[in-house]
């Protein structure tokens, strides 16, 4: 992944994206206004910070890539399945303060971007060069189970007519298989959904480890999904950079992805 310095903030972009020339990017924690222990761009209320500072966290973000707040869309994450496809004419509908239930945003409407929020689930991004369409998939260990990714690139061959060989993905920082410990019922539920190769035992830790990063690329190639580029980042090991559920508790911010046609 390719790093960018803007305006005091600090976010990672794709390089497969940035030869397509996608606006995207995967926030780290740096660059905005919130307190400990949110510090500092905390994008989401869920954990008790304040709405005033997770939307100025949100604005700047959207300033360095240039996109606009009232062309933006996300949804309240459940670790489902769903996929909400973002029509310009509906973008009403999917504001934080009433945004649908749903784990993955599609979209061909130019200058709308879609973001979604992080604290060591896996951020997947999606680019369809042919079809001009993105996507954005919020995806723990839930979501590989009950199929999101395979979901979300589904809703685009329907809504979009996209051919999932032309597809481009990206897998972002997420918790990483030297730190996902899971129980054995977890473990065996993303075998069975990805493939036994995303979760391992562990004899020296005597416990099963579960890799969310190969199961989303099994599952990509699982629909026709070719070309994949995987961060490989474990924010669970660097939350000097990013935020982490596993690695520092309940109060802890979240991280944003965000990703446009322009």
Known sequence: MHRVFDCGLVYDQFEIFRAAGIVHGIFTRHGGVSTTPWATLNMSTSTGDSLEAVCENYRRALRVLGLREDRSATTWMVHGNAVCVVEPEALANFRRDRAPQADALVTRARGVSLSLRFADCLPVLLFDPVRGAVGLIHAGWR??????????????????????????????????????????????????????????????????????????????????VTEIEIAGVCTASHTSDWFSHRAEGERTGRFGAMIALQ
């Open 143 to 224: 979501g590989v189970v009950n199929g999101v990714v395979q979901a979300t690139v589904l809703t685009m061959q329907r809504a979009f007519g996209s051919r999932p060989a032309d597809i481009l993905a990206g897998i972002g920082p997420s918790i990483g298989p030297t730190q996902y410990q899971v129980g054995a019922d977890v473990a065996g539920q993303i075998a069975r959904a990805s493939t036994c190769a995303a979760v391992r035992w562990d004899e020296q830790r005597h416990g099963w480890f579960a890799d969310l990063w190969q199961a989303a690329a099994h599952q990509l190639r699982q629909v026709g």
